[in-house]
């Protein structure tokens, strides 16, 4: 377990490369593709890179709670309202050449608003994380595999708040999705971003991933609890590790989100530019031959 205040000094670099503009949706595709849960068909929005000359690896994107669209969406909800932290990264991604496919969990199951902070109890099982959102990661997973651009053997999973919680439970040897991975054939390596580690108490014996997974989130969190994810790392590494933690003294909920009310937190500024570093090398290092 590692805890790490990043130097000032990363910053410029990294979020300057996180931070592009947004704005536009032309390199942005809607797509369409069945959950692995069998009855429900999803949206998605791919991003890919130009002049590829061999199938590239791919990184699969689970959004958090707030659903995959802005608050000033009203109404249009299309890859030109996609939230700014979703689309950042895919085209982080997407420059680094990984095919990269935004899943939107909660707008076909008639929630494409999100949900409020504070909501958790009162959602309905229709989207909980732990045991419904992880077939939506493998239905992704199906989907990528499909497509001749794809190196199908080399994908990644990554998610925040709420959907880092389902790339939790996606990537658990025991998940209810389990399943997914026919043939040993899973995500690659997986990064969760703040995610409530309490995972709705599905393992209580303890979290054992199938691949490298990456944890980050701040002791200034307000809507999730760093020390229950202490915890399940903690009691991952007793089980032979798997989880590697990275915890940002000060830093918030939603760290790496482009606001300007996030982005003028210094620890926040600090935590972001050494989780970019470190997915960027991650990824690299799992992903790429």
């Known amino acids: 377990m590692r805890v790490v205040l990043a130097a000032m000094a990363l910053a410029g670099l990294a979020a300057t490369a996180l931070a592009r503009s947004v704005a536009g949706d032309g390199d942005v595709q809607r797509?369409?593709?069945?959950?692995?849960?069998?009855?429900?068909?999803?949206?998605?929005?791919?991003?890919?890179?130009?002049?590829?000359?061999?199938?590239?690896?791919?990184?699969?994107?689970m959004h958090g709670r707030s659903g995959a669209y802005s608050k000033g969406a009203d109404g249009d909800y299309s890859a030109r309202t996609l939230r700014r932290r979703d689309i950042g990264w895919a085209r982080f991604w997407r420059d680094r050449g990984y095919a990269v496919l935004l899943v939107d969990s909660f707008g076909p199951r008639g929630f494409p608003q999100g949900f409020a902070a504070g909501t958790h109890?009162?959602?309905?099982?229709?989207?909980?994380?732990?045991?419904?959102?992880?077939?939506?990661?493998?239905?992704?997973?199906t989907y990528l595999r499909r497509r001749p651009e794809v190196a199908g053997d080399r994908v990644g999973l990554?998610?925040?708040?709420?959907?880092?919680?389902?790339?939790?439970?996606?990537?658990?040897?025991?998940?209810?999705?389990?399943g997914g991975r026919a043939g040993g054939r899973g995500f690659r390596a997986a990064a969760a971003f703040y995610p409530g580690c309490g995972l709705n108490d599905a393992f209580a014996g303890g979290y054992r991933p199938y691949a490298p997974v990456k944890l980050?989130?701040?002791?200034?969190?307000?809507?999730?609890?760093?020390?229950?994810?202490?915890?399940?790392?903690?009691?991952?590494?007793?089980?032979?590790?798997?989880?590697?933690?990275?915890?940002?003294?000060?830093?918030?909920h939603d760290f790496d989100d482009p606001a300007n009310h996030r982005q003028d937190n210094p620890a926040n500024v600090s935590a972001r530019a050494d989780a970019t570093s470190q997915m960027e090398a991650f990824f690299q290092a799992r992903l790429r031959p």
């Not at 797509?31 to 590239?56: C, K, M, N, W």
């Not at 990554?158 to 389990?178: C, E, I």
């Not at 809507?223 to 989880?243: H, I, T």
Request: hydrophobic share 40%; with cysteine; charged share 20%.
């Open 216 to 252: 980050f989130i701040g002791t200034a969190d307000e809507e999730v609890s760093p020390e229950a994810c202490r915890k399940l790392a903690a009691r991952n590494a007793r089980l032979g590790g798997g989880v590697e933690i990275t915890v940002y003294p000060d830093a918030t």
């Open 121 to 141: 109890d009162e959602r309905p099982a229709s989207v909980d994380e732990v045991t419904v959102r992880p077939f939506d990661a493998y239905g992704a997973l």
């Open 31 to 61: 797509v369409s593709f069945a959950s692995a849960d069998g009855h429900t068909q999803l949206v998605g929005y791919l991003v890919e890179p130009e002049g590829r000359s061999a199938p590239e690896p791919a990184i699969v994107l």
């Open 158 to 178: 990554m998610g925040w708040s709420n959907g880092a919680s389902a790339t939790l439970a996606t990537m658990a040897v025991d998940g209810a999705a389990s």
